[in-house]
C-alpha cells in the first residue's frame, strides 16, 4: 500500500542524514519507526479501552485473593 507522508522540514533533514550516515533507505526507517510504534498505540488504546470500561463498571473485576480462591491457589 503505498502512502504519502509530509514531514516538517527539520524531520526531513533528519531522516535524510539518518539514511545518508547508515547507508540505509528512508523507507526502510519509516518501517521500522511504524512497526514498533504501531505495538506501541495498540497496547495503549487496548489499555484505554479497558480501563474505560472497568471505570464505567461495564467490566468485572476481581482481587488477588478472588483469583487465587477461584484457581484453588490457597490450598
Known amino acids: 500500500m503505498a502512502t504519502t507522508i509530509r514531514f516538517e522540514p527539520e524531520i526531513e533533514t533528519r531522516l535524510n542524514h539518518l539514511a545518508d550516515a547508515t ?15 504501531l505495538e506501541e498505540l495498540e497496547d495503549y488504546y487496548l489499555a484505554a479501552e479497558s480501563k474505560a470500561m472497568i471505570t464505567s463498571q461495564h ?11 477461584e484457581l484453588g491457589l490457597d490450598r
Open 59 to 69: 467490566e468485572e473485576v476481581f482481587d488477588v485473593d478472588q483469583v487465587r480462591a
Open 23 to 37: 547507508g540505509r533507505t528512508k523507507t526502510f526507517y519509516l518501517k521500522e519507526m511504524v512497526s514498533r510504534s
